[in-house]
T-cell receptor, first 114, second 111 residues
Framework: DSGVTQTPKHLITATGQRVTLRCSPRSGDLSVYWYQQSLDQGLQFLIQ???????AKGNILERFSAQQFPDLHSELNLSSLELGDSALYFCASSSTGGRQETQYFGPGTRLLVL | EDQVTQSPEALRLQEGESSSLNCSYT??????LFWYRQDPGKGPEFLFT???AGEEKEKERLKATLTKKESFLHITAPKPEDSATYLC????????????FGPGTRLSVLP
């Protein structure tokens, strides 16, 4: 158990809908990362937050957004969902989000868009 | 162009048959190379971090090594419970603090 929690574990929704994925980092970690993992793409970095502020953006679509709250939990919002958004979404956390820090991953949320 | 590749894509071993997995990278300014193990449908589980060429780390039947262009994950006398996908990730100057993951090697250890 990495100490990172994600809810829900599974999510089934329809195209065009909007969903919110939630992540609680390990105790004491200030930085949160979001990744998408699909069968054909592998693990793709989406976005990073540090202590409530956006720090880096990766391959995140404009339909997707995220935020980190004062209690350090983070939410990833996915809107206007398409079939291709079906994937595993992972959250990871690290202590300060700095260089050479290990990222610890949560169990993931499996999203299925029908 | 920065790139992280892993080989082989899949590997099938008999229990006790040692082998190595490869992670090759071409990035500017490597800051760290990380190995993770991922079981189907689960989050990646941290194994090792390597920071500089020549560094080695060991844990049970696993040993990770790093050169200037690649890293190897050596698996000695594997057991069926070592079956998983092994991912390497690099943190490099061009990516800031972010990880770039390789595609993984899917390892199956048969009893």
């Amino acid at each position: 158990d990495s100490g990172v929690t994600q809810t829900p574990k599974h999510l089934i929704t329809a195209t065009g809908q909007r969903v919110t994925l939630r992540c609680s980092p390990r105790s004491g970690d200030l930085s949160v990362y979001w990744y998408q993992q699909s069968l054909d793409q592998g693990l793709q970095f989406l976005i990073q937050y540090y202590n409530g502020e956006e720090r880096a953006k990766g391959n995140i679509l404009e339909r997707f957004s995220a935020q980190q709250f004062p209690d350090l939990h983070s939410e990833l919002n996915l809107s206007s969902l398409e079939l291709g958004d079906s994937a595993l979404y992972f959250c990871a956390s690290s202590s300060t989000g700095g260089r050479q820090e290990t990222q610890y991953f949560g169990p993931g949320t499996r999203l299925l868009v029908l | 162009e920065d790139q992280v590749t892993q080989s082989p894509e899949a590997l099938r071993l008999q229990e006790g048959e040692s082998s190595s997995l490869n992670c090759s990278y071409t990035v500017s300014g490597l800051r760290g190379l990380f190995w993770y193990r991922q079981d189907p449908g689960k989050g990646p589980e941290f194994l090792f971090t390597l920071y500089s060429a020549g560094e080695e780390k060991e844990k049970e039947r696993l040993k990770a090594t790093l050169t200037k262009k690649e890293s190897f994950l050596h698996i000695t006398a594997p057991k069926p419970e070592d079956s998983a996908t092994y991912l390497c990730a690099v943190q490099a100057r061009n990516y800031g603090q972010n990880f770039v993951f390789g595609p993984g090697t899917r390892l199956s250890v048969l009893p």
